[in-house]
């Protein structure tokens, strides 16, 4: 007993029993609450103010000296103040000489300097070792622990060590440190935090450009046509009628935005006969926010379900109903069962709700908390071969729903084409591409070149 006791003390990690001390140059909001978590987590904290009065605000056990005296005290010092207060610190170079100098300041907008504010206090401090980092964390997120959507901590500096330390600190207030290299990246670090979803930018335009183009398609053809050749008003459809008819088609279209740019790279590929030269600007662009497509194209596909689920209880839908019904009666004659109809009707229900299973599985899988519980092969598996089952199987949905209006003269209303068919150019392009691309004679020499094979070598550079 005492044997095993013995050696499971020694495979314990040894800690040490105190933690350096931290000055921290500022008491406002990030300030305290940084403080407050580092005497949490053991850190002795001591803040560096103008005042040296203690208040409420100040965070229990921390201590509260002259900004020279806090310095003295500690080998890591925080900045918690903005970029046009620095000044201060001027007199402060010979004490702060050596010492680790962490940046925290974000500001107002993007590229509001030509210099970083990091690089900007390395000047300052010649002789300082400055490191970047905390300021893609809030205040509120280190009052509440941290929240997932909160926990990458983006680290630079041109002293490894003095990186080293900050990052020891950070992964000791449960956070993550992600080390970005050299000072020279505390720019692209400062803007982060006020780019307002980047990679959701093009795919949200996107989105919005197809709903307002297919509204007033729709519009004109279902409403405005309906009224002016046969006198009937249908404007209540803009309710729910032409919504539900949007979503499912730009909900389709999406989805083969999606896997079109990995096709269009294939293509590219074997025409230049290697991996080795960069794609166009606009196709990585592309690929780069596929993900967020895919997800939108999720939403809108999400919406089509809810507005058919809540189709049955419109006033237009029962009147409708009864007005068959009664129809029936007047006429003494019962309809029989046209099974041909049947058939279409549950066989684009089943792809429609088969196909929706497998858009919600790949759209969960895409989310960073699923996609890290599974190795490369299982995520591509899921995004690739799942996907484009997915793509065939909302595909083949909206072929057999409105398949029947291709040869329909009525369907064409001012010799446009219904927008079920619209939806179908994008997906089917696709698929058609993407069936060619899997015959062996494409698919051999695409893996090929793939794997580092090329046809030309001396265009590898």
């Known amino acids: 007993m005492n044997t095993n006791s013995s050696n499971m003390m020694a495979l314990a990690p040894k800690t040490p ?14 300030g305290r609450a940084l403080g407050h978590k580092m005497i949490q987590c053991g850190y002795p904290v001591v803040y560096g103010s103008r005042s040296t009065q203690i208040t409420n605000l100040i965070p229990k056990d921390a201590e509260v000296l002259s900004h020279a005296e806090a310095a003295q005290k500690a080998a890591i010092i925080i900045i918690a103040i903005q970029r046009q207060h620095y000044n201060f610190l001027i007199p402060l170079a010979e004490i702060l000489h050596g010492k680790v100098v962490v940046d925290i300041s974000n500001n ?22 400055v490191v970047k980092a905390f300021n893609t964390v809030s205040a509120w997120a280190l009052q509440s622990g941290a929240l997932d959507a909160s926990r990458q901590v983006f680290v ?8 080293q330390m900050v990052m020891d600190i950070v ?28 990679m959701w930018k093009f795919p949200v335009f996107l989105s919005l450009g197809l709903t307002a183009f297919f509204f ?20 209540f459809f803009i309710a729910l009628t032409i919504p539900n008819r949007i979503c499912p088609v730009v909900a389709l279209i999406l989805l083969g935005l999606v896997y079109l740019p990995g096709v269009l790279a294939a293509i590219i590929q074997l025409y230049r006969g290697t991996k080795y030269r960069r794609f166009p600007d606009w196709l990585d662009k592309w690929m780069l926010c596929r993900k967020q497509l895919g997800l939108l194209a999720l939403a809108f596909a999400s919406l089509h379900a809810v507005f058919t689920l809540v189709s049955p209880m419109r006033a237009f839908v029962k ?9 029936q009666a007047l006429n003494n004659k019962t309809e029989p069962l046209d099974t041909t109809n049947a058939w279409l009707s549950d066989s684009y229900l089943a792809l429609g709700i088969i196909g929706f299973f497998f858009f919600v599985l790949v759209g969960i899988t895409s989310l960073p908390s699923v996609s890290n ?14 996907g484009y089952l997915t793509l065939i199987l909302c595909t083949a949905h909206t072929l057999v729903y409105g398949g029947k209006w291709f040869l329909s003269p009525s369907a064409y209303k001012w010799y446009l084409p219904n ?34 094979w090329e046809r030309n070598p001396k265009y590898s550079e």
């Open 419 to 452: 927008i079920y068919m619209l939806s179908l150019v994008v997906p089917c392009a696709v698929l058609v591409v993407k069936f060619v691309l899997i015959f062996p004679c494409v698919d051999k020499p695409l893996t090929q070149i793939r794997q580092g």
């Open 319 to 327: 009147w409708r109903t009864s007005k068959a019904i009664v129809s």
């Open 216 to 235: 007033f398609y729709c519009l004109a053809l279902d409403i405005v046509y309906t009224y002016i050749y046969e006198n009937r008003n249908f404007s």
């Open 17 to 30: 029993n105190k933690r350096e001390t931290v000055c921290i140059f500022g008491t406002g909001d990030f």
């Open 373 to 386: 519980s599974v190795n490369w092969r299982e995520f591509r598996f899921v995004q690739s071969k799942l």
């Open 171 to 198: 992964r000791a207030l449960g956070l993550t440190p992600l080390d970005q290299g050299s000072l020279l990246a505390a720019q692209e670090i400062e803007n982060y935090p006020l780019q307002l979803f980047p």
């Open 108 to 129: 107002l907008k993007l590229n509001q300097y030509p210099e970083s504010n990091a690089e900007y206090l390395a000047r300052l401090l010649p002789g300082a070792r």
């Open 156 to 163: 630079c500096g041109d002293d490894m060590e003095a990186k």
